[in-house]
């Protein structure tokens, strides 16, 4: 968050949902693209912050490893 915002975030783990706090670090006009779904099969995903919303879409499917922590599964 200290060097926030940021105009792209490419997250490499796969979670249950996108993360609140990284959607508040995404730039105004930035692009955000990682895998969401459950631990066995995700679908890229692809959210975009523009005039003040934020819009997500898939971009197929994937399987990336788990992400751990607060915001996705629990280790």
């Known amino acids: 968050p200290d060097e926030a915002p ?5 997250v490499t783990a796969g979670g249950p949902r996108v993360p609140p706090p990284l959607v508040q670090q995404l730039a105004e006009g930035g692009r955000m693209v990682l895998p969401i779904g459950d ?3 995700q679908r890229l995903t692809v959210v975009d912050k523009r005039d003040g919303g934020v819009t997500t879409r ?4 994937c ?7 607060k915001y996705a599964w629990e280790a």
Do not use: H, T
């Open 58 to 61: 898939e971009a197929g499917e």
């Open 6 to 10: 940021f105009d792209r975030i490419l």
């Open 39 to 41: 631990a066995e099969e």
């Open 63 to 69: 399987k990336f490893v788990k992400l751990v922590g």
